[in-house]
């Protein structure tokens, strides 16, 4: 059962119950513009927005959110279908080829990736209200870059540390998934980014 802590302004937020996935990957989805600060600092809390925006800031506020795999493609699927209704908007690239490099660059950003940690006690984690298998922590507490393990978004192949190279590797394979999407579809506007996370559909726990 969570709890309620206080919250400014008298709102009161549900806390989860300690949690224990001991030995178990742990997965986070984020946007392809994110990976860089993530490389630098590691995976923790921090100053940026939510990747969801709107009202679920202040749900999100100061956490980071991981889940077991089971949940991963929920997620990342949720992330996609944001990036749909969000993400940039285009002329037809055959009637403004110009555009192209723009295009290529900002659907990049906005594309899904995975990276996933095996948890081994740290960061202390919580339960969080959505789904049993979902989890948090607040602790300025962050698992390094050298142990995260990243996802290729066109094979679903996992590897592990997170760098600078990994993060090129990472966008190269993004613009297969571009150019693919420019051959069957030029004018651009078939880039589906749930491409990225259907490697995720059968990843288990």
Same mark, same amino acid.
């Given at each position: 059962?969570?709890?309620?802590?206080?919250?400014?302004?008298?709102?009161?937020?549900?806390?989860?119950?300690?949690?224990?996935? #001991?030995?178990?990957?742990?997965?986070?989805?984020?946007?392809?513009?994110?990976?860089?600060?993530?490389?630098?600092?590691?995976?923790?809390?921090?100053?940026?927005?939510?990747?969801?925006?709107?009202?679920?800031?202040?749900?999100?506020?100061?956490?980071? %959110?991981?889940?077991?795999?089971?949940?991963?493609?929920?997620?990342?699927? #949720?992330?996609?279908?944001?990036?749909?209704?969000?993400?940039? *908007? %285009?002329?037809?690239?055959? *009637?403004?080829?110009?555009?192209?490099?723009?295009?290529?660059?900002?659907?990049?950003?906005?594309?899904?990736?995975?990276?996933? %940690?095996?948890? &081994?006690?740290?960061?202390?984690?919580?339960?969080?209200?959505?789904?049993?298998?979902?989890?948090?922590?607040?602790?300025?507490?962050?698992?390094?870059?050298?142990?995260? *393990?990243?996802?290729?978004?066109?094979?679903?192949?996992?590897?592990?540390?997170?760098?600078?190279?990994?993060?090129?590797?990472?966008?190269?394979?993004?613009?297969?998934?571009?150019?693919?999407?420019? #051959?069957?579809?030029?004018?651009?506007?078939?880039? &589906?980014?749930?491409?990225?996370?259907?490697?995720?559909?059968?990843?288990?726990?």
């Amino acid at each position: 059962m969570g709890s309620s802590a206080p919250r400014a302004g008298g709102v009161e937020e549900r806390t989860g119950d300690p949690a224990n996935p #001991r030995g178990k990957y742990l997965y986070h989805s984020t946007y392809y513009r994110n990976l860089d600060g993530i490389a630098r600092k590691g995976l923790g809390p921090g100053n940026r927005a939510s990747n969801f925006g709107g009202a679920y800031v202040g749900h999100s506020a100061g956490k980071t %959110f991981v889940s077991l795999g089971g949940r991963a493609y929920h997620w990342a699927n #949720r992330l996609s279908e944001h990036a749909e209704y969000n993400g940039p *908007e %285009f002329d037809d690239l055959q *009637e403004r080829p110009e555009l192209e490099d723009e295009w290529r660059e900002q659907n990049t950003d906005w594309t899904v990736t995975t990276i996933r %940690f095996k948890w &081994d006690g740290m960061p202390p984690l919580f339960e969080d209200h959505e789904d049993p298998d979902d989890f948090y922590w607040t602790d300025d507490v962050r698992v390094a870059a050298r142990d995260l *393990e990243w996802m290729n978004p066109a094979t679903g192949k996992w590897t592990k540390g997170l760098s600078s190279s990994a993060i090129g590797r990472i966008e190269g394979a993004i613009e297969k998934l571009l150019d693919a999407s420019l #051959r069957e579809d030029p004018t651009g506007w078939g880039y &589906d980014y749930s491409q990225a996370t259907e490697p995720l559909v059968n990843v288990g726990d």
